[in-house]
């Protein structure tokens, strides 16, 4: 019944720009923290941000600071990611999540996330 959907990647070039979204259903999510996770061919699922429930907190993984923002519009239901400055090494699927519950203080670890999308493939060519 919770359903979490990613749209918006696409090809784009290095130094260009995306914007994802993820649209929540079949749940309340205003109240849980969510994040953005990628993971490219061959590599373990990682972290990209986090961001709390009303959107008064984000963090970044070091990777994508300056480049990246969190977003999120509670009520539509939605979380975005706005990407910009684009990288070769940013070419990954990547997953919206809900986090219900904190088992430990990192909002970086996969398994701190209850629900997950199916992802949204992003390419950036040089």
């Known amino acids: 019944q919770v359903q979490l959907v990613e749209s918006g990647g696409g090809l784009v070039q290095a130094g260009g720009s995306l914007r994802l979204s993820c649209a929540a259903s079949?749940?309340?999510?205003?109240?849980?923290?969510m994040g953005w996770f990628h993971q490219a061919p061959g590599k373990e699922r990682e972290f990209v941000a986090h961001?709390?429930?009303?959107?008064?907190?984000?963090n970044y993984a070091d990777s994508v600071k300056g480049r990246f923002t969190i977003s999120r519009d509670n009520a539509k239901n939605t979380m975005y990611l706005q990407m910009n400055s684009l990288k070769p090494e940013d070419t990954a699927v990547y997953y919206c999540?809900?986090?219900?519950?904190?088992?430990?203080?990192?909002?970086?670890?996969?398994?701190?996330?209850?629900?997950w999308g199916q992802g949204t493939q992003v390419t950036v060519s040089s």
């Open positions: 999540a809900v986090r219900t519950r904190y088992l430990r203080s990192d909002a970086s670890r996969v398994q701190e996330y209850n629900y």
């Open positions: 079949g749940g309340t999510f205003r109240n849980y923290g």
């Open positions: 961001i709390t429930a009303n959107g008064g907190s984000t």
